[in-house]
T-cell receptor
Framework: DAKTTQPPSMDCAEGRAANLPCNHSTISGNEYVYWYRQIHSQGPQYIIHGLKNNETNEMASLIITEDRKSSTLILPHATLRDTAVYYCIVRGLYNQGGKLIFGQGTELSVKP | DTEVTQTPKHLVMGMTNKKSLKCEQHMGHRAMYWYKQKAKKPPELMFVYSYEKLSINESVPSRFSPECPNSSLLNLHLHALQPEDSALYLC???????????FGPGTRLTVL
């Protein structure tokens, strides 16, 4: 079973920041938080991952709370092309053999 | 070449047919994966290959038979499928099993 809880859907205005929350209260010390997204009819796309520090790349920022029980993915200036299902995944790198266990995700709709 | 390719894009087969799905990557990745995704559901892991050896089989029925003939190629052989096996079949690869995964666009399979 997925170890994360996400809201089923969210809306965001184009050009505004999209903040997608994820709860992972049972996360273990050696488990990372990964974010993927899936645009309709395409394969999932890796966005970002982190262990405990905040992370930023060209796509997004990942903010992890100090207790690591929740995180937020931030798309700083959402565009219509960011409309997708966003999956937050908790993953132990070395003890799960490469498994990605997807939860239900958040369906983000970016509106003009 | 920085992508995972999958062929065919669409496949329709009868329950007595034998068919194969193909996945290819030329990024030098040593881990490859098959996922199954039903409509409106998240992807579910089926198989993991690491260095051309099967490392994870998520209790997939034997009518699905994976094969990794070399480090760039992953096949999924299909035989005697059921209509409920109709789904999007996604292939992914990663440098090693503990790295982020890159997904192909998928093969949409319909079993009649």
């Amino acid at each position: 079973d997925a170890k994360t809880t996400q809201p089923p859907s969210m809306d965001c205005a184009e050009g505004r920041a999209a903040n997608l929350p994820c709860n992972h209260s049972t996360i273990s010390g050696n488990e990372y938080v990964y974010w993927y997204r899936q645009i309709h009819s395409q394969g999932p796309q890796y966005i970002i991952h982190g262990l405990k520090n905040n992370e930023t790349n060209e796509m997004a920022s990942l903010i992890i709370t100090e207790d690591r029980k929740s995180s937020t993915l931030i798309l700083p200036h959402a565009t219509l092309r960011d409309t997708a299902v966003y999956y937050c995944i908790v993953r132990g790198l070395y003890n799960q053999g490469g498994k990605l266990i997807f939860g239900q995700g958040t369906e983000l709709s970016v509106k003009p | 070449d920085t992508e995972v390719t999958q062929t065919p894009k669409h496949l329709v087969m009868g329950m007595t047919n034998k068919k194969s799905l193909k996945c290819e990557q030329h990024m030098g990745h040593r881990a490859m994966y098959w996922y199954k995704q039903k409509a409106k559901k998240p992807p579910e892991l089926m198989f993991v290959y690491s260095y051309e050896k099967l490392s994870i089989n998520e209790s997939v029925p034997s009518r699905f038979s994976p094969e990794c003939p070399n480090s760039s190629l992953l096949n999924l052989h299909l035989h005697a499928l059921q209509p409920e096996d109709s789904a999007l079949y996604l292939c992914a690869s990663s440098p090693q099993f503990y790295n982020e995964q890159f997904f192909g666009p998928g093969t949409r399979l319909t079993v009649l």
